[in-house]
Structures are given as structure tokens and as C-alpha cells.
């Protein structure tokens, strides 16, 4: 363990990250164990598992787990294997269980809280000390689960921060995307478009509040956008595509305007005082109905809020003002799934909705000009540090003394502030349960 | 002009031709001005505009994708793509000279390489054609991936 814990100390220095952070299998297997099981991990959204007996599969961390929706209506997660021989209780991604899963090798079957329902042939353990075994617990449950304004969290170690104390303020950013319904809800809409990198997962999430890439970047894209839209009779209506593409190509001094915030526990998020999101056409008829629901003032408040986007460490990120979420699933050092989420505003017109999907396609989809822009960034640099002759990544960029010492500060947009924090908490998160079990 | 279901079945191959030899420009030539390129995310989806697609793109979109395959920092595009199509014999599935509505629906294998990696994907393209000053264009091109459900890499030219 005492091994462990330098290897993974050595790993920074001051504003550099060594390239095993990104490169080496150990270390991934070191994040899978401690940080990815000390920290909070979405797991889903309610919306998906409605009624009772919905289940939706997925993985936090490496582990497979599923979570359902108990017949008390409260929504339960559970390790995906069957205590008998292991089976993966449920292999489809959603369904509906009815009152029990069933398993499909021997058909133990399990309540939707995971515990013993029934083993089929149940003499044949009568001389046995089954009762006391494990197997006859049933399904193990993730003990740590939050639901959060519908939004589910689990946290599979117990060494780790109540979920108060891990989001801290940072929960305003998931507050702010769901207040934009006027009925104060979210629905997930559809399938999550599902992208696979061959690049560590960090390289994704250190991306979402890199604000010096997307006019270099994506100059091939969005650029594109831009040149065609000048070309265009003058009077020509903005079509909506042009609206969510140009800002990609905004200047350095909108980006350095547009600040960046930290949080505690290497979240943080782009866009304080405002961001590419601004400038968005009004749907007609949602500012009514948002004052309807709130009142002027409040929905003003909630509407002039329009942070770019909020990165919740480890692996997920949100863009309040467009509704959509990526979940970055590690799956080892050099590969990735990225799934793109959306959410319909409950409430709110189509329009609305029609402008999230159009998002989600043209900039997240593994058929999209911007994702192949970045991932080709990020697979030339998970190929590029297999040099030797350089062993650090750099993230000096605009470094102030004293960041991390208040829970919450606010930084020039374009600094690498918000990456110095994710491996602050990186480091942390990652020895938490190390030094706990060294001392145990 | 009145198209005969040879003139649907040459159209088709004489599109895909046109992607694989990368002459994108006169592909897109082939789009009405009102002209779509659709390919759905889920088995079955109805919606084009509702949820996720992986691909829904006006004339414009499409513009910016085939000026953008050729842009000097395109870097995905160093080196450039390849791609090949292999099609069935399209059927056509509709003639109405009235209504100027033609519809056909060819299976497809589509190969796209670039370095050493190669995707192989399987599916369907549904035409829906219309005639525009004398000539067949693309009003809707639907494809469906077998496996649209499925975690891909890029997928950069079109299918």
C-alpha cells in the first residue's frame, strides 16, 4: 500500500501531471479501486426507471450494477451479478422486472432490493450452511445512493464524503438545468449517442473547461460554419445550426471574459459571466411560461444564468442552458465510452427540446464534425506521450497562488485552474482509501 | 423529365460512386434544396427532429461537411479517409409520376479507412427522390445502421 501511495504522489509536481496518469494500466486499475470508489458516480436519472420494477443497467466505476425502482418507489442500486454463479442478473441496457428479477441460469429470484426471494429445489441446501453464506443475501446493493432532484448518485466505498460535503455549491449548476423547466423537471428523451475514444477518460474531462482549444480545434468545423454563413445573402435568417455552431469559433478574449468557477472536490465549471450558451434565440412562449411558474424576477435569475459547461469529478459533465449530459466510463487507460444525454424541459415547448437534439448530434455524435476535431486531439496526444522523450503534461497555464484554499473561486476563463483542481481531487480521492487501509 | 426504375437504380449507384471517389461537391449537387440526410440513432426511430439522430443535416450542414473534408486544418482528414460502398440491387419501392414522389431501399455494406483502422457497417438506405429542372434529386436519404445502437469510432464520410 505504502508502494502504492508514493507511486501515485510522484505522479505531480507542481503545475505537471506525469504522463502514467494517462498512460499506465496500474494506475487505471488504482483509479477504478479507490477514486472511482470514494467519489460520487452518476449512475442515471429517474425518468428512466418510471414505474415500479424499471431497471436500467449501467457501471459505476468497473462494476457492473443496475438501478431500479422498488416496489416502496424508491430507486435502489445493485451489483448486476447473481450470488449464485455469478450471472449478470440483467444483460439489456432497461426493462421492466416486474415484483423480482429471476435469474436466467438457475432462476433464483431476487426482490427489487436485491434480497433472497426464492432458490429453486430448496431441500437440496437443507444440510448446508448456506444460510450463513453470502449467496444468501441476495443481489449486494451499492450502499451508497443519492437521489438528487431525480439525478442518482451512487458511492460504492465507504471511506468517502457525504454527498452534502462532495458537491458542496456545485450543485447550483444541476439546480440551474433543472430549474429551466417550468415545471421543475427533467425527462430523459431517447438513447445516449455512444462514442468510444482510444484515450484515457481524464483527457475527456480535463477538455470540458479547456477554452483555449475550441478556436484552434475546431477551426475545420465550426470554422467551416462560419465562412459558409459570411458567404450568405446579407438578410439571410440565422438558421439554428449556425447559432450553436459559430460561438465554437468566439475569440480568445471571449473565453477569457467568460471566467471560469472551482468547487471543492475537483468540480468546477466555464461560463460565471456568461458563455457560448448566451446568445440563443427566445423560443416563443417559454419566457412566459417560465414567469408563470416562478415570477419575473426568478425566472430572469434562472434564464440569465447560462454556464457553459459544469464538469462534477470524476466523469460526468453538464450544459444546463443546451440540456445535455456526458458521462465519460473508463473502461482502461486508453479507452473511453462517451455517452451524450438529453433532457426535455418538462413543460417547456418542443422548440426547446428540437434545439437539444440538434445540439447533441452535431457536436457530440461519433458522425459529428466537432467530436471527430477532438477526438482526433486526444488520440494523437494518448499516442504522443508514449514518447519518452518528455515523461509531464503541462497545466501551468495562468497559475495563481492560493487556488484550492476557498471552496469556491473564480478565475480569468481562460485558465487551467479548473485541470489543477480535478488532480488535486484526483490525488486525494485516490489516496483516501489507500491510507485508510494502510493504517487499518 | 419521367424517371423509369432503371433511372431510380442508376441514380443510386451513380451516388454512392460519387462518395467513394470522394466527389463530394457533385454529390451534393444531388440534394434538392430541400434535401435531408438522416441517419437515426435508435432501431426504428420515427422522430427526426424530437431526439437524438446520428446524423440530420440540411443542404447547408452537408456544405460545411464537404467544404470542411477538404479544409487545410482539417486534422481528423491527415490523412484523408477512404471509403467503399457495396449496395444491393436497389428495389424500388415507389413510383408516382403524379404526386413526383420515387422511393427506393438498397442494402448496403459500407467500409471507411483511415490509417490502420477500418469500420465495416451493414444497413439500409431509403431514398425518397423527387425531379428538379429535369433531373433526379435526393429529397430524403435515410440510413439505417444495422447496429445504429452500437459505440462507434468516427465515422467521417458518409454512408
Known amino acids: 500500500m505504502n508502494d502504492q501511495i508514493a507511486r501515485i504522489r510522484a505522479?505531480?509536481?507542481?503545475?505537471?501531471?506525469?504522463?502514467?496518469?494517462?498512460?499506465a494500466p496500474d494506475v487505471f486499475d488504482m483509479e477504478m479501486k479507490h477514486l472511482f470508489r470514494n467519489a460520487w458516480v452518476y449512475v442515471g436519472h429517474a425518468s428512466q426507471?418510471?414505474?415500479?420494477?424499471?431497471?436500467?443497467?449501467?457501471?459505476?466505476?468497473?462494476?457492473?450494477?443496475?438501478?431500479?425502482?422498488?416496489t416502496d418507489n424508491s430507486v435502489r442500486v445493485l451489483y448486476n451479478r447473481c450470488p449464485h454463479k455469478g450471472t449478470q442478473v440483467v444483460i439489456d441496457t432497461q426493462g421492466n422486472t416486474g415484483k423480482f428479477f429471476r435469474c436466467p441460469y438457475h432462476a433464483w429470484s431476487f426482490k427489487t432490493d436485491g434480497s433472497l426471494l426464492a432458490v429453486p429445489l430448496k431441500k437440496g441446501y437443507?444440510?448446508?450452511?448456506?444460510?450463513?453464506?453470502?449467496?444468501?443475501?441476495?443481489?449486494?446493493?451499492?450502499?451508497?445512493?443519492?437521489?438528487?432532484?431525480?439525478?442518482?448518485?451512487?458511492?460504492?466505498?465507504?471511506?468517502?464524503?457525504?454527498?452534502?460535503?462532495?458537491?458542496?455549491?456545485?450543485?447550483?449548476?444541476?439546480?440551474?438545468?433543472?430549474?429551466?423547466?417550468?415545471?421543475?423537471?427533467?425527462?430523459?428523451?431517447g438513447s445516449p449517442l455512444r462514442y468510444a475514444h482510444n484515450c484515457n477518460w481524464k483527457m475527456l474531462v480535463e477538455n470540458q473547461t479547456d477554452t483555449c482549444h475550441p478556436m484552434v480545434a475546431h477551426e475545420s468545423s465550426a470554422g467551416t460554419v462560419k465562412d459558409i454563413w459570411e458567404r450568405q445573402e446579407e438578410g439571410t435568417k440565422k438558421p439554428m445550426v449556425v447559432e450553436l455552431a459559430l460561438p465554437f469559433m468566439s475569440s480568445y478574449e471571449f473565453f477569457e471574459g467568460m471566467g471560469i468557477r472551482i468547487w471543492d472536490n475537483g468540480h468546477g465549471h466555464t461560463g460565471v459571466h456568461h458563455s457560448i450558451h448566451s446568445d440563443y434565440s427566445d423560443i416563443p412562449g417559454y419566457n412566459d411560461q417560465m414567469q408563470a411558474a416562478y415570477g419575473k424576477d426568478r425566472a430572469a435569475e434562472i434564464l440569465n444564468e447560462n454556464r457553459h459547461n459544469t464538469v462534477y469529478f470524476p466523469n460526468l459533465m453538464i450544459k444546463g442552458p443546451i440540456q445535455t449530459l456526458r458521462l465519460f466510463k473508463p473502461i482502461a487507460a486508453d479507452k473511453t465510452l462517451v455517452e451524450s444525454w438529453i433532457f426535455r424541459l418538462v413543460d417547456a415547448p418542443d422548440k426547446l427540446l428540437e434545439r437539444t437534439a440538434m445540439y447533441n448530434r452535431i457536436i457530440?455524435?461519433?458522425?459529428?464534425?466537432?467530436?471527430?476535431?477532438?477526438?482526433?486531439?486526444?488520440?494523437?496526444?494518448?499516442?504522443?506521450?508514449?514518447?519518452?522523450?518528455?515523461?509531464?503534461?503541462?497545466?501551468?497555464?495562468?497559475?495563481?497562488?492560493?487556488?484550492?484554499?476557498?471552496?469556491?473561486?473564480?478565475?480569468?476563463?481562460?485558465?487551467?485552474?479548473?485541470?489543477?483542481?480535478?488532480?488535486?481531487?484526483?490525488?486525494?480521492?485516490?489516496?483516501?482509501?489507500?491510507e485508510k487501509e494502510g493504517t487499518s | 423529365?419521367?424517371?423509369?426504375?432503371?433511372?431510380?437504380?442508376?441514380?443510386?449507384?451513380?451516388?454512392?460512386?460519387?462518395?467513394?471517389?470522394?466527389?463530394?461537391?457533385?454529390?451534393?449537387?444531388?440534394?434538392?434544396?430541400?434535401?435531408?440526410?438522416?441517419?437515426?440513432?435508435?432501431?426504428?426511430q420515427q422522430d427526426q427532429w424530437l431526439t437524438t439522430s446520428l446524423m440530420h443535416e440540411d443542404k447547408l450542414m452537408l456544405q460545411v461537411r464537404v467544404e470542411r473534408l477538404e479544409g487545410e486544418r482539417t486534422f481528423?482528414?491527415?490523412?484523408?479517409?477512404?471509403?467503399?460502398?457495396?449496395?444491393?440491387?436497389?428495389?424500388?419501392?415507389?413510383?408516382?409520376?403524379?404526386?413526383?414522389?420515387?422511393?427506393?431501399?438498397?442494402?448496403?455494406?459500407?467500409?471507411?479507412?483511415?490509417?490502420?483502422?477500418?469500420?465495416?457497417?451493414?444497413?439500409?438506405?431509403?431514398?425518397?427522390?423527387?425531379?428538379?429542372?429535369?433531373?433526379?434529386?435526393?429529397?430524403?436519404?435515410?440510413?439505417?445502421?444495422?447496429?445504429?445502437?452500437?459505440?462507434?469510432?468516427?465515422?467521417?464520410?458518409?454512408?
Open chain 1, 49 to 70: 426507471i418510471p414505474g415500479k420494477g424499471d431497471y436500467y443497467a449501467t457501471q459505476v466505476a468497473d462494476q457492473p450494477v443496475l438501478m431500479v425502482r422498488h
Open chain 2, 1 to 44: 423529365m419521367t424517371p423509369t426504375a432503371q433511372d431510380l437504380i442508376d441514380f443510386v449507384y451513380a451516388e454512392a460512386r460519387l462518395i467513394d471517389e470522394r466527389r463530394f461537391p457533385e454529390w451534393l449537387a444531388l440534394f434538392a434544396d430541400d434535401g435531408m440526410y438522416w441517419m437515426p440513432l435508435e432501431w426504428n
Open chain 2, 76 to 159: 481528423s482528414q491527415k490523412p484523408k479517409s477512404r471509403c467503399q460502398h457495396l449496395l444491393q440491387l436497389p428495389q424500388v419501392d415507389e413510383i408516382d409520376h403524379e404526386n413526383g414522389v420515387y422511393r427506393t431501399y438498397t442494402p448496403f455494406h459500407y467500409a471507411e479507412t483511415r490509417f490502420d483502422e477500418q469500420l465495416i457497417l451493414a444497413g439500409w438506405a431509403r431514398h425518397q427522390l423527387c425531379v428538379v429542372d429535369g433531373a433526379l434529386k435526393i429529397r430524403m436519404k435515410r440510413v439505417d445502421l444495422v447496429n445504429c445502437d452500437a459505440p462507434f469510432r468516427n465515422i467521417q464520410l458518409f454512408v
Open chain 1, 364 to 434: 457530440n455524435a461519433p458522425t459529428s464534425i466537432v467530436g471527430h476535431d477532438d477526438l482526433e486531439m486526444y488520440e494523437r496526444a494518448q499516442s504522443g506521450l508514449a514518447s519518452d522523450g518528455m515523461e509531464w503534461v503541462n497545466i501551468q497555464r495562468l497559475y495563481e497562488e492560493g487556488e484550492g484554499d476557498e471552496p469556491e473561486q473564480i478565475y480569468n476563463g481562460t485558465t487551467e485552474a479548473q485541470m489543477r483542481n480535478q488532480f488535486r481531487a484526483w490525488e486525494k480521492f485516490m489516496l483516501m482509501s489507500m
Open chain 1, 126 to 189: 437443507q444440510d448446508t450452511e448456506f444460510k450463513s453464506s453470502c449467496a444468501a443475501k441476495g443481489m449486494t446493493p451499492v450502499p451508497h445512493v443519492r437521489e438528487y432532484r431525480e439525478f442518482i448518485f451512487a458511492r460504492i466505498n465507504d471511506q468517502g464524503p457525504s454527498f452534502e460535503d462532495f458537491f458542496g455549491d456545485s450543485l447550483s449548476s444541476l439546480d440551474n438545468m433543472i430549474d429551466r423547466s417550468p415545471a421543475g423537471r427533467l425527462e430523459v428523451v
Open chain 1, 11 to 23: 505522479l505531480q509536481r507542481p503545475g505537471e501531471v506525469h504522463r502514467d496518469a494517462y498512460v
